[in-house]
């Protein structure tokens, strides 16, 4: 099983960039989604998820309604959509993977499956 992360990159703030999470050896329709990152000096944080069973997508804290989950069942690959980006939001981006999530998506130990990470940097 493999999720390859991709699509960081160098923005200005105020710019977009969508983040792409390709897997292999998983039917990621199957899994619940999760994006995660992790700043310089800070913990990892959850910022978006996708469920598995009915799709349903959600953004927390600091990013809600700037950035947006999504997933190509056809092409077995989820995004992240980010909008509006901020110098906060510099930070190594994970995706994750879970067959099944109990209560809290953003809790990281619920994921089985997990991305090698990207660079996100957000100038300003």
């Known amino acids: 099983v493999q999720l390859q992360a991709s699509g960081g990159g160098l923005v200005q703030a105020g710019g977009s960039l969508r983040l792409s999470c390709a897997a292999s050896g998983i039917i990621l329709e199957d899994y619940a989604i999760g994006w995660f990152r992790q700043a310089p000096g800070k913990e990892r944080e959850g910022v978006s998820y996708i469920s598995s069973n009915d799709d349903n997508t959600y953004s927390v804290g600091s990013v809600k309604g700037r950035f947006t989950a999504s997933r190509d069942n056809a092409k077995n690959t989820a995004y992240l959509q980010m909008n509006s980006l901020k110098p906060e939001d510099t930070a190594v981006y994970y995706c994750?993977?879970?067959?099944?999530?109990?209560?809290?998506?953003?809790?990281?130990?619920?994921?089985?499956?997990w991305g090698q990470g990207t660079l996100v940097t957000v100038s300003s």
């Open positions: 994750a993977a879970s067959p099944f999530i109990h209560g809290d998506y953003g809790d990281d130990d619920q994921y089985d499956y």
